[in-house]
């Protein structure tokens, strides 16, 4: 896709990370959950309070997406927070990385991911791990091509439903 924007979003950004993260993951798994349970889960954690936490926080970095000044997608690194008995605190983690379906294909997530996975290796290789649904074979390939093995499962808590998740790692 032309005409895309991938830039490191900074404190001013937190409303907008918000609000892709919420229009992202809604339009992404919106038909799994309970009404209650996706509006419970949006409101924590795609809420302008977690996005302005991540961004002061050093040892996380955001990025956004855009078109025409317009935020389409998002991503989070941050220290890796998975149920997995390898992760240490060295370990770094791709927390979110979501583009709207309008927007996706062209390579958009490759930029996307290559622009965070180069913040976390920014000293150096280290392990890096993402979770991804178990039904999203979109991502699983996209992933797969860059290095991540799947390595674990987990169930990923959205109020109470509970989704099977794939732990993956690369490094």
Known sequence: VTGLVIRRAVATDAEALAAIG????????????????????VAAEHSVGRARRDLADPG?????????????????????????????????EIKRLYVLNAWQGGGTGSRLLEAALAWLEREGPRLIWLSVFSE??????????????????????????????FILRRG
């Open 60 to 92: 996380c970095a955001a990025w956004l997406v855009e078109a025409d000044g317009r935020a389409v997608g998002l991503a989070v690194a941050c220290p890796c927070g998975l149920p997995h008995p390898e992760v240490t605190a060295a370990c770094g």
């Open 136 to 165: 999203n074979v979109a991502a699983q390939r996209l992933y797969a091509r860059f290095g991540f093995e799947k390595v674990g499962n987990y169930h990923f808590a959205v109020g109470d439903s509970r989704d099977p998740e």
């Open 22 to 41: 919420a229009a992202t993951f809604g339009e992404a798994f919106g038909r799994l959950y309970p009404r209650r349970d996706l509006e419970a889960f």
